[in-house]
């Protein structure tokens, strides 16, 4: 297994920091955050038919770019530098691997070409209004009638889901947890969009009352691709949160070189220069982790279990920690909403929670490694 990026995926990593740059600054981070829109479909497209960023991991036969997850967290890592509000978590890290996990070859027709163009916009539905990320603790249930199926129930905290065209939910059916597809406007759905301490990334309450919906793959499989799939939704977030946990590393450091008082900057004082020494400690640390379970993911070897729990815990911390020293190192500034320190905290908390935090992913690496 080689450790380090290739020369064109660092050319990739370029590439996304030049859009991010052009299309994802903080002037339409807070646009966006402040208004009814979750993102913007116009670069939304450009991402996918001009760079090609929703397709890098999806099969060619499926309009995809054949890559692996390594091209991906290059694209998560950057995303998460800039607060990036495109939907590429759900899409991508989530929705795209939930339907190429389960291998149902029509449903992979039906959807991944649309992923692949920048033209789709999907989800995956899972926790109900307990937030848990337990796969026993699921109340939506499934009914079919001869070939069709329905679903009743609710589920919340669905990323994106208030701007998805597909939903992927997890229901019970008699032969055991399911995967079903429900397309945006079916009968019975009601979207609810939530009021959450993060803004740059929405999330929606969906219910369903007997809304129709396609399996996909078989009754009973979703018990074995979930776990795989919240593995890989683990380490595309814990690669986002080295990203954003990398910008604010940068700007304390500037700050810490460009900010006087008492005739010296700041950064020759004892209690800046250790916050500074200990993040940068911190950062690397989490990015060796994300970086190896990435590395995991792209060959789905045995690893990948107990390393995506070990990076999910260790860099929800780090980022939280990175989050709150920005707001200390800056002082006054870092406590108004012209800087974007608050931004980061936001998102820092939001992703802590997010597919489970530090506490039950540490519980669940305890059990994957019999300890």
């Known amino acids: ?21 052009a299309e994802c600054d903080e002037a339409t981070v807070r646009r966006l955050a402040d208004s009814e829109e979750s993102y913007d479909p116009k ?18 036969a499926y309009g995809g770019a054949g890559f692996t997850f390594l091209e991906e967290a290059v694209v998560f890592e950057e995303f998460g530098r800039r607060l ?19 291998q149902d070859a029509a449903t992979m027709a039906r959807w991944l070409p649309g992923i692949a163009a920048g033209e789709t916009v999907a989800t995956v539905a899972f926790t109900g209004d307990e937030g848990s990320w337990d796969l026993t603790r699921m109340t939506t249930i499934a009914t079919r009638k001869d070939s069709e199926y329905s679903l009743r129930g609710h589920k919340s905290f669905v990323l994106d889901g208030q701007s998805a065209d597909l939903i992927l939910v997890t229901a019970q059916a008699e032969a055991g947890l399911s995967l079903y597809a429900v ?24 219910e369903f009352r007997d809304t129709p919906a396609c399996i996909v793959g078989h009754e009973g499989q979703a018990a074995e691709v979930m776990p795989t799939l919240l593995d890989l939704g683990a380490v595309a977030l814990s690669l986002e949160q080295v ?27 004892q ?27 792209a060959e789905m070897n045995s690893e990948l279990p107990a390393v995506a729990s070990m990076a999910k815990a260790l860099c929800s911390e780090v980022y939280g920690r990175a989050a709150t020293d920005t707001i200390l190192i800056h002082g006054g500034i870092g406590f108004t909403w012209e800087h974007p320190a608050h931004l980061y905290y936001r998102r820092a908390k939001s992703s802590e929670l997010l597919l489970g935090d530090p506490s039950y992913h540490r519980e669940l690496l305890a059990q994957r490694i019999n300890i």
């Open 271 to 297: 209690a800046i220069k250790h916050k500074c020494a200990d993040m940068l400690l911190d950062v690397e640390s989490a990015r060796s982790a994300a970086y190896y379970a990435a590395w995991c993911a």
């Open 243 to 269: 990203g954003g946990a990398s910008f604010l590393l940068d700007i304390n450091v500037a700050y810490a070189k460009q900010r006087f008082q008492f005739g010296r900057a700041i950064g020759s004082f």
């Open 84 to 102: 990036c509000s495109l939907p590429y978590l759900a899409t991508v890290g989530l929705a795209a691997n939930a339907l190429t996990l389960a």
């Open 1 to 21: 297994m080689d450790f380090a990026f290739s020369a064109e995926q660092e050319e990739l990593r370029s590439v996304v920091a030049r859009f991010l740059d």
């Open 183 to 206: 397309e945006r406007g079916a009968a019975g759905l009601s979207v609810q969009s939530l009021s959450t301490l993060d803004r740059t990334r929405r999330q929606a309450r969906l």
């Open 43 to 60: 670069i939304w497209r450009f991402a996918g038919r001009q760079l090609g960023l929703q397709s890098l991991a999806i099969p060619e």
